[in-house]
Structures are given as C-alpha cells and as structure tokens.
C-alpha cells in the first residue's frame, strides 16, 4: 500500500494542480487493524482461463498517514478510515506451473463507502486553487481509484505476457444511453424569500463508474428535455450500473433534485430499455430514459447495417459510434537520440479530435510503454489513427505514423498485432502495438425486419389463410414485395471547388515570419467521410474534386465540411461550414461561397446537385460521354447510374450435412463495394426483406454478384446478373425469380431489381437539338445530329457570357459520312482546357474492329503524344473483354501549355491485350492526330479510321 501511494497516487496528485507540485506523502503506517472479509463468492469467468471472486469487504482501521506540501508549509494527514465494498479479484491467467496464477486484477465494481478522519483539512483546503474542493469531491476521487473501468494489476510471474491486455480487456458491452427528458421536478428557485416559488435550472450528471458525462443546463424548466446521447464502456454484467443524479444549477452550491441506478443486468436481458424513471434519495419527478446493449463483434460484414441504422439517429453532442478501437502500445526500438542524451519518449495517439497520451519512460531509446488506449469510431472505413513519438517537452518529434483503420476491416479476427515502421525518424525505429477494433452491433427485435404491411388490393401469401391440408406449403409470391421507401433514394454529387482567405498556421522563427498553410478539407454526409489531398503552402487553394452519395430524406442530415492545415504533429484547425440536405434535395442544385464558422476569416466554395434516378435508358449515352468530359482527374470516375436491389426471399436452398436446414446469408457486389444481408436462422426457405444500394460507373460491363452462404461460410448457390439484361428490361427493372448455380436443382432466388440513369441537368454541357422520333426516323447518314456544348467558365464561381468558352461536341454518331475502313474505327475527342491549362482527349469507343486470329479480342486504347515516346506521356484505357465493339468513355490529361499542344502529334493504338507468345501486346490499328490541324478551342467527337503501322507511318 505504501508503494501504491507513493510511486502511483503522489504523481497524479502533483500532476493534477500546480500548487500542488511539491505535495509527498511524508508517513504511511497502516496501523495494526486488519482489513476483513466478511463474504466470498466464487464463479468462473467469461472464459477458461479465468477465476473471478467477489470479496465482500469491511476496513475499519488505525491508518495514519502524513502528507505535505512543501511550497505552502501545510501539513494534513489522515487518522483513521473505513472502507466497506464488494472487490472482485480476477486470477487470470491460468498457468501449467507454480504460482498457478500468473497475476491478480483487482477492482470494484461500484464505488464503494469511504469515511476518512481527517487532520489539518482546513489548512489543505486554505492552498490556492484547492479552495473548491470539498471533503467529499477529494473521497469520491479516492474512492473512484479502484472503479472500474481502473484496475489494479499484481504481476505473479516475472515477464508477464499481455499486462495491458489484462488491466484493459476488451469491453464485454458498450451501453448507449438516450437522456431524453425529465417531469415534474422539484422548483429550487425562490423569490422574496420563499414567498414566490420559481422553477428550476436542471441538468444531468450521468455515470458509469469513473466515466461521467454532464449534459446541458435547461433554463427555468421543471419538465426539461434533453435528446442528448452518451456511449459507456460496460466491463461485468451484471454488477455495473448506470447513475443519473439530477441537479439545479445555481451560482454557488448546486441544489439535488434526485437520482436514479439501474444494473446493466437489466438491459443486457432486455437489449432495448425505454421507461421513465422515479426519481429517488429525497428527489420528485420522474426521468425519461433509452438504453441500448450494442455487443462487440468482430464482423465487419455488420459495418454497413450498423452505419444505415447510425443515420437515421439525430445525436449530440456527438455522432453515434458504429465501433471500437483498443491500442495497445507496448514499446519501441532504436529512436532517434541526441549526441551523448537518452530521449524521454512518450505517445500522442489521435482519432479525429479526440487525442490521448502515453505516460513518459525516461532515459531510453527503447521504452516499454505497456498501456492501452480507447477510441469511439464514428465511421471506421475512413478514419485513421494518427501516433506521433516525442520527448517529454513534446516540441521534438522522435517519430510519426498513421494507421488506416480500413486495415483492421479486412484483417484476422479485425486485429493488426505487429510492428510498425516510424516515419520521420531513424532508420531502424519502429514501435510495436495491436490494434483490434469490434463493430457495436444492436441486436434488438425492433431494429430487425419487421413484417411489412399489405398495399392495397394485394395480399399477404406468406400469412393468409389457404385452402388445403394442414401441411400445404403457402403459395410462393410471383413478385417481390418492397416496402414504399424502395428505390427512394437520391444521389448527391458534392463538388469541393476552391477556398479563399484561408487564416496564415505555419509561422517560422518562432511567429516572427508568417508562412501559409497547407489546406485539406474533410466532407461528411449520411454517415460518410471523404477527404480531400493536400494543398501544399496555399492560403486560396483549388480543389476541383467531386463526391458521391446515396441518400434518403432522413429529416436532420448535413452535407458537413471541416478544413485542416496539414503539419507533421496535429494538424490545425482552419474552419467548418455546413449545408442542411433537405434543402439540396429541395433546390436540386446549390452553388455557393459558404463563410467558415469558428474562424476569423475565410470561405468556402461547394456544389451540391441532386441527382434523382432516372428510368429511361435512352439517357445512359448521352450521361457517359458528359460524364467522360467533365470528369475531374482528381476525382473517382462519376457515376452514371444508381442500382436498388431488394432482396426477397429464397426457394429450396441445399441442406446441410444430416439433413439440416440451413442458416443462410445473401452477400451481394458490385465492382469493390460488397453489402451481407441479416442471417435467416435453420430454414431453407429464407425471408430476408432487405434493400440495397449501389453506385454504378459504366452499366455495359458491371455486373451484380450474388453469394448465398451458409452461417459456417459453405456456399449454398450464387447469381451473376450483367447489368446488360437491366437495360434490355422495360423500365429499367427485372422482378422476379432467378435459379442460383452451383446450387440445388430447384434453388431459387427472388429479387426486385432496378436501374436508375443518373442525368446531370448542371454538368455544363447542353443539348442544343434533340430530334423527335419522327426526325429521326428520317434522318439521312451525314444529316444533322443533336449537339453536345462544355461550358468552361474561367471563374469557377461562373463566369459571364464574355468570359464563357464554348467547345462544339457532336454527340456519338457524329460524321457517318466517313467511309469505314477495313480495321474498324477509333471515336476521340480532343480539346484544350484554358483554365487548368491542360490538353484532354477523350477516348469514347471502338466500332467494327477486325479479329486478326479465330479468338475476339480484348481491346483497349494507349495513347501517346509524339515525339516523346516515354512513360510520361503515355496513357492507356482499361481492357475490354471480348469485344469488337468497346465502349470506355475514358478522360486523359497533359499539363502543357496551348501553344506547346499545338506541336504535338497524338499516337492513338487499339491493341489486343491477349498475347501468350511475347510480351508484346497484338495491335488492331491506329490512329495519328496532328493537333496543329485541329481547332483545340472548338472540336469534336470524331470517328477515325484504324490503319497499320505501315499506312499511318
């Protein structure tokens, strides 16, 4: 115990006040009393490995204990004290071996009662700064040292493996506690005297051991309302327990209104837990309550249904978490060092805003930290963990690393237990830590599928009565049978233009020069984060990068926008501006400079534009080649269409092994973004009701993979469905059954499946003539085509009809006229882009290609500007599979001036990716563009002829 204080309780004491930095304890003597147990219980752990004991404890001892504090010339001490509590032993880990046990965790799991008998308080509480604690704050805070989620750790055995795992395991819970609202409290406020009874000024303290949030202070309200959310860490259930303590906030003392304690044993069984609460201890009124069990699970597959469920909660003060991070920083090796002096490391780890710190090893280049560290994720698929190494004055860095938590999504067991290489630092200084992350899933009834309602006129087949024997299946449904929301949804394409007037963060000189900054923005909507690159050393940077999102008409979302200056530490804070999205689902379309909040200068300039779905696949040509021109190249490819899957049910699945049914699971993917439906328990004939949406770049060549799994992971059948058979549909939509391969004879699945074109009515290219059905029914080859138009504006705020250049496109079929010839024909446009000062060229398709062997090619387009024949300048589209006919729509740029373009010759090369004799790939025909013929300012679409290399030389 004398250590205890002395090498743990005396440094937080000093740490925690200025004037209290020459406190020491001058005599410990724990008397000659001994501290009793009254009552053992014995259970076994959560695991094996693991032996709890409940010891019901009572101290009622002879303790004398001396402090000072030098500075002040105070002495106080303690003469006597009573400690009565239930302190759980952990005896973990078992081991083959004497002592058997390899280390003892002790805590207790409520605070527990603590009289302490004084001696020389008044002097102690006369030290500056010290005046406003009181005898009880200074027992609670003893008392709170051994609560949970503390620990106390007695190594047994030397060299303990996974010390930090043992004092901070992962959570068995975490509790997510909706403090709604408050009734019929008692009125404190009174006015002449107590003749005029008042209200009251209520706010919340909630706790959970040492963890304790205060909400906001409601003026003058005896009924308060709150809507505030908080996230608590649960370790041992039952035994932890939630407080509420209700207060009204005066000038001086803050008067008690009540309180109330729940065991989270209740809301473990329950999951959900709504009521309100009778305020008790002397307290009026009653207070209203929502408590959520989100279990930790090491399931990523969850991740998306959990953040589909997070958008759809209106939290403060902070955004609900959909999971966890654990780091355990156990040490470092070989860091920098000055000539002749050991460093004093420690660590700053930050996620997001929030930052934590390591303590300090002295004296070494090669510290054991062995410390565990807790982070809430908001949205762990974008987020990082930042760790900077520093000495102990933290203006010298001795190393840096970030960490992408995607990493841990994909990873074993969502766990990376390695070491890392540091960055700015020596070249063999590396730190070693694990990382686990758990997603906090609700598994509640009310937040699985519901049954859905009959519409009108139809019935309901799977709960209708029917005509038959007692063991007639019902009849199966013909049709899906979505909710309304379906294929609601909207796209917001987000255009993160340029900033202006940004504030000065990197100074040199100690402030003395003022440099710039090096700007960055983060987006956030609908539970999705983006991040824009860094503009280096720029006070008005340009951005020019574009963003989408799938969105529903949630009341409360907003397109959210933070701005950074990057810097080799913590990165500063430039300013945040926002958009409420109902107005840009309202307006369609937003364009504006936006003032930065929380800052002394600088604005914003954003583009929103809604785009709703579009059934009509005449449009899907026309959305590819604007697409194709206005795609920026620092931006992922636009999205032409959105795709809304629902996921029905399924037919006859294959049993398992014996005869069983099995627990099946539909995973469903489109290019790189992946969605797992809920698992349908013990039946082959699975309801899932399930929605899904995907973003979709080019429909001609994606197709939607479908997977049906048992829980154990064998597959039970799976589905390809090109998007091909969507645009051969009417409508766009496919609603029906579809037999799984590699399956049952007989398995089947049943979707809703529709395609959605994304028409952009703000993208800056205009149709000018758009023939009728007749016109084109008579429309002769060379005759007149509808006309595409870019508006390029040299002021990205819009320029007006001076400054306004137009780039004349004739839209896809453009000069039939031309003869064609006998390799087929090559479509490009080519253009110069005066305000990036860049040359684009756009390669759109191949028509009539001709297969020089047996095999359809798989063709693709490199392109090169003469005469420099190097990497530089070259580019190359994606390959298309077996095709004579390839579409790519593909945007390349060269930053060259006008002038310098001009000189150039343009090398287009259709090639057949397929070659099994040499590493050559096998050319299909070329293409030569001499760009001093060709009027950069007002081109077209063009189809050109392929020649071999001996006719186009």
């Given at each position: 115990?004398?250590?205890l204080?002395?090498?743990?309780i005396?440094?937080m004491?000093?740490?925690s006040n200025?004037?209290?930095?020459?406190?020491?304890f001058?005599?410990?003597?724990?008397?000659?009393?001994?501290?009793?147990v009254?009552?053992?219980?014995?259970?076994?752990?959560?695991?094996?490995?693991q032996?709890?004991?409940d010891?019901?404890?009572?101290?009622?001892?002879?303790?004398?204990i001396?402090?000072?504090?030098?500075?002040?010339?105070?002495?106080a001490?303690?003469?006597g004290?009573?400690?009565?509590g239930?302190?759980?032993?952990i005896?973990?880990p078992?081991?083959?071996?004497?002592?058997?046990?390899?280390?003892?965790?002790m805590?207790?799991?409520?605070r527990?009662?603590?009289?302490?008998?004084?001696?020389g308080?008044?002097?102690?509480?006369?030290?500056?700064g010290l005046?406003s604690?009181s005898?009880?704050?200074i027992?609670?805070?003893?008392?709170a040292?051994?609560v949970?989620p503390?620990?106390?750790l007695?190594p047994?055995?030397?060299?303990?493996?996974?010390?930090?795992?043992?004092r901070?395991?992962l959570?068995r819970?975490?509790?997510?506690?909706h403090?709604r609202?408050?009734?019929?409290?008692?009125?404190?406020?009174?006015?002449?005297?107590g003749?005029i009874?008042g209200?009251?000024?209520?706010?919340a303290l909630?706790?959970?051991?040492?963890?304790?949030?205060?909400?906001?202070v409601?003026?003058?309200?005896?009924?308060?309302?709150w809507n505030e959310?908080?996230?608590?860490?649960?370790?041992e259930v039952?035994?932890?327990?939630l407080?509420?303590?209700?207060f009204?906030?005066d000038?001086d003392?803050d008067?008690f209104?009540?309180?109330m304690k729940?065991?989270?044993g209740?809301?473990?069984?329950?999951r959900?837990?709504?009521?309100?609460?009778?305020l008790?201890d002397?307290?009026?009124?009653?207070?209203?309550l929502?408590?959520?069990?989100?279990?930790p699970m090491s399931?990523?597959?969850?991740?998306e249904?959990?953040?589909?469920?997070?958008r759809?909660i209106?939290?403060k003060?902070e955004?609900?978490?959909?999971a966890?991070l654990?780091?355990?920083?156990?040490?470092?090796?070989?860091?920098p060092?000055k000539?002749?002096?050991e460093?004093?490391?420690m660590v700053?780890?930050?996620?997001?805003?929030?930052?934590?710190?390591?303590?300090i090893?002295?004296?070494t280049?090669?510290?054991?930290w062995?410390?565990?560290f807790?982070f809430?994720?908001?949205d762990?698929?974008?987020?990082d963990?930042?760790?900077?190494?520093?000495?102990?004055?933290r203006?010298t860095?001795?190393?840096?690393l970030?960490?992408?938590?995607?990493?841990?999504?994909?990873?074993?067991?969502m766990?990376?237990?390695?070491w890392f290489?540091?960055e700015?630092?020596g070249?063999?200084?590396?730190?070693?830590?694990?990382?686990?992350m758990r997603?906090?899933?609700?598994d509640?009834p009310?937040?699985?599928?519901?049954?859905?309602?009959?519409a009108?006129?139809q019935s309901d087949?799977?709960?209708?009565?029917?005509?038959g024997?007692?063991?007639d299946p019902?009849?199966r449904?013909s049709?899906?049978?979505?909710?309304?929301q379906?294929g609601?949804?909207?796209?917001?394409?987000?255009?993160l233009?340029e900033?202006?007037?940004?504030i000065?963060?990197?100074?040199?000189?100690?402030?003395?020069?003022?440099?710039k900054?090096?700007p960055y923005?983060?987006?956030?909507?609908?539970?999705?984060s983006?991040?824009?690159h860094?503009?280096?050393?720029e006070?008005?940077?340009r951005?020019?990068?574009?963003?989408e999102?799938i969105?529903?008409e949630?009341?409360?979302?907003e397109?959210?926008?933070?701005i950074?200056?990057k810097d080799?530490?913590?990165?500063?804070?430039?300013?945040?501006?926002k958009i409420?999205?109902?107005?840009a689902l309202?307006?369609?379309?937003?364009?504006?400079?936006?003032?930065?909040?929380?800052?002394k200068?600088?604005?914003?300039?954003?583009?929103?534009?809604?785009?709703?779905?579009?059934?009509?696949?005449?449009?899907?040509?026309?959305?590819?080649?604007?697409?194709?021109l206005?795609?920026?190249?620092?931006s992922?490819?636009?999205?032409?269409?959105?795709?809304s899957v629902?996921?029905?049910?399924?037919?006859?699945?294959?049993l398992r092994?014996?005869s069983?049914?099995?627990?099946?699971?539909?995973?469903?993917?489109?290019r790189?973004v992946s969605?797992?439906?809920?698992?349908?328990?013990?039946t082959?004939?699975?309801?899932?009701?399930e929605?899904?949406?995907f973003l979709v770049?080019?429909p001609?060549v994606?197709s939607?993979?479908l997977?049906?799994?048992?829980?154990g992971g064998?597959?039970?059948g799976?589905l390809?469905?090109?998007?091909?058979q969507l645009?051969?549909a009417?409508?766009?939509?496919?609603?029906r059954?579809?037999?799984?391969?590699?399956?049952?004879?007989?398995?089947?699945?049943l979707?809703r499946?529709?395609?959605?074109?994304?028409?952009?009515q703000?993208?800056?290219?205009e149709?000018?003539?758009?023939?009728?059905?007749?016109?084109?029914?008579?429309?002769?080859?060379?005759g007149?085509e509808?006309e595409l138009?870019?508006r390029e504006d040299?002021?990205?705020?819009g320029?007006?009809?001076a400054?306004e250049l137009r780039h004349?496109?004739?839209h896809m079929d453009?000069?039939?006229?031309?003869a064609?010839?006998?390799?087929?024909q090559?479509q490009?446009?080519?253009?110069?882009h005066?305000?990036e000062?860049?040359?684009?060229?756009?390669?759109?398709?191949c028509?009539?290609?001709?297969?020089?062997?047996?095999d359809i090619?798989?063709?693709?387009?490199s392109?090169i500007?003469l005469?420099?024949?190097n990497r530089v300048?070259?580019?190359k589209?994606t390959?298309?599979?077996?095709?004579?006919n390839?579409?790519?729509?593909?945007?390349?740029e060269?930053?060259?001036?006008?002038?310098?373009?001009?000189r150039?010759?343009l090398?287009?090369?259709?090639?057949?990716?397929?070659?099994?004799m040499?590493?050559?790939?096998?050319?299909?025909?070329?293409?030569?563009?001499?760009?001093?013929?060709?009027?950069?300012?007002?081109?077209?679409?063009?189809?050109?002829?392929?020649?071999d290399?001996?006719?186009?030389?």
């Amino acid at each position: 115990m004398e250590k205890l204080l002395v090498e743990n309780i005396a440094p937080m004491i000093r740490a925690s006040n200025t004037h209290l930095q020459t406190f020491a304890f001058t005599k410990v003597d724990m008397g000659e009393k001994p501290l009793r147990v009254m009552g053992v219980k014995v259970h076994t752990g959560q695991n094996k490995k693991q032996i709890l004991l409940d010891l019901t404890v009572s101290y009622v001892g002879d303790v004398h204990i001396d402090v000072e504090v030098k500075k002040f010339f105070c002495k106080a001490g303690v003469k006597g004290m009573q400690l009565h509590g239930v302190l759980r032993v952990i005896l973990e880990p078992l081991i083959g071996d004497m002592p058997i046990v390899g280390a003892l965790t002790m805590f207790f799991i409520r605070r527990p009662t603590l009289d302490i008998n004084w001696t020389g308080m008044t002097n102690l509480l006369d030290i500056p700064g010290l005046s406003s604690l009181s005898d009880s704050i200074i027992m609670d805070s003893i008392a709170a040292f051994l609560v949970l989620p503390n620990r106390l750790l007695v190594p047994l055995v030397p060299d303990l493996h996974d010390a930090a795992q043992l004092r901070s395991p992962l959570p068995r819970g975490i509790v997510r506690v909706h403090l709604r609202e408050a009734k019929d409290l008692q009125s404190k406020d009174k006015y002449v005297k107590g003749l005029i009874e008042g209200k009251s000024d209520p706010y919340a303290l909630v706790r959970v051991g040492t963890q304790l949030c205060t909400s906001q202070v409601i003026d003058e309200s005896l009924n308060p309302v709150w809507n505030e959310t908080y996230e608590f860490v649960v370790h041992e259930v039952p035994g932890q327990e939630l407080e509420v303590e209700l207060f009204d906030k005066d000038p001086d003392q803050d008067d008690f209104l009540g309180r109330m304690k729940l065991d989270f044993g209740e809301v473990l069984q329950a999951r959900v837990l709504e009521e309100w609460f009778p305020l008790q201890d002397g307290g009026r009124g009653q207070l209203h309550l929502r408590l959520e069990w989100l279990t930790p699970m090491s399931d990523a597959s969850k991740l998306e249904q959990v953040l589909q469920r997070n958008r759809g909660i209106s939290s403060k003060p902070e955004a609900p978490s959909a999971a966890i991070l654990v780091v355990y920083l156990d040490r470092a090796q070989e860091l920098p060092k000055k000539p002749g002096k050991e460093p004093n490391p420690m660590v700053q780890l930050s996620v997001q805003d929030v930052t934590r710190e390591s303590r300090i090893v002295y004296n070494t280049s090669s510290p054991v930290w062995d410390q565990a560290f807790r982070f809430f994720l908001q949205d762990p698929a974008n987020q990082d963990i930042d760790i900077q190494v520093k000495d102990d004055t933290r203006q010298t860095s001795l190393g840096s690393l970030s960490v992408r938590l995607s990493r841990l999504l994909t990873a074993e067991d969502m766990t990376l237990d390695q070491w890392f290489q540091l960055e700015n630092s020596g070249p063999g200084s590396r730190i070693y830590m694990k990382l686990v992350m758990r997603i906090l899933f609700l598994d509640a009834p009310e937040v699985c599928a519901s049954p859905r309602p009959c519409a009108p006129g139809q019935s309901d087949v799977e709960t209708s009565t029917f005509v038959g024997s007692s063991v007639d299946p019902p009849p199966r449904p013909s049709r899906a049978s979505p909710d309304a929301q379906f294929g609601t949804e909207s796209v917001i394409r987000i255009h993160l233009l340029e900033a202006e007037n940004l504030i000065a963060k990197d100074n040199f000189m100690g402030g003395m020069i003022r440099g710039k900054s090096d700007p960055y923005a983060k987006v956030r909507l609908g539970g999705q984060s983006f991040r824009s690159h860094v503009i280096k050393e720029e006070l008005s940077p340009r951005w020019n990068e574009v963003y989408e999102v799938i969105v529903n008409e949630i009341p409360g979302q907003e397109v959210e926008f933070e701005i950074y200056d990057k810097d080799i530490d913590k990165d500063d804070f430039l300013g945040r501006c926002k958009i409420a999205l109902k107005r840009a689902l309202s307006s369609r379309f937003i364009d504006e400079w936006l003032p930065l909040e929380d800052v002394k200068s600088g604005r914003l300039h954003v583009r929103l534009e809604c785009l709703p779905p579009t059934p009509n696949g005449a449009e899907l040509e026309q959305v590819l080649m604007v697409n194709s021109l206005t795609q920026s190249q620092r931006s992922a490819e636009l999205s032409s269409a959105l795709l809304s899957v629902f996921l029905d049910r399924a037919a006859d699945l294959p049993l398992r092994k014996g005869s069983k049914p099995p627990s099946p699971y539909v995973s469903l993917s489109l290019r790189n973004v992946s969605y797992k439906s809920k698992i349908s328990t013990s039946t082959s004939e699975p309801i899932w009701d399930e929605g899904f949406s995907f973003l979709v770049k080019r429909p001609h060549v994606e197709s939607l993979e479908l997977q049906v799994k048992d829980e154990g992971g064998q597959s039970l059948g799976a589905l390809s469905l090109p998007l091909t058979q969507l645009l051969a549909a009417e409508t766009l939509v496919l609603d029906r059954w579809f037999p799984l391969s590699h399956s049952g004879p007989g398995s089947q699945v049943l979707l809703r499946v529709q395609l959605g074109i994304l028409v952009s009515q703000h993208s800056g290219v205009e149709t000018l003539s758009t023939p009728s059905a007749g016109e084109e029914a008579k429309k002769q080859p060379g005759g007149s085509e509808p006309e595409l138009y870019v508006r390029e504006d040299g002021d990205p705020g819009g320029a007006g009809p001076a400054q306004e250049l137009r780039h004349r496109l004739t839209h896809m079929d453009s000069n039939l006229e031309l003869a064609e010839g006998p390799l087929g024909q090559l479509q490009l446009t080519a253009w110069y882009h005066t305000d990036e000062r860049k040359l684009v060229v756009v390669v759109h398709s191949c028509r009539k290609l001709r297969a020089s062997s047996k095999d359809i090619p798989d063709p693709y387009v490199s392109l090169i500007l003469l005469p420099d024949k190097n990497r530089v300048t070259k580019r190359k589209t994606t390959v298309r599979k077996r095709t004579l006919n390839p579409e790519f729509n593909e945007r390349f740029e060269w930053e060259l001036s006008l002038e310098e373009a001009t000189r150039r010759k343009l090398e287009a090369c259709v090639k057949n990716s397929v070659s099994f004799m040499s590493r050559e790939k096998e050319p299909l025909g070329k293409v030569h563009l001499d760009l001093s013929q060709v009027d950069l300012t007002q081109s077209r679409a063009q189809w050109h002829n392929l020649k071999d290399d001996k006719s186009s030389s």
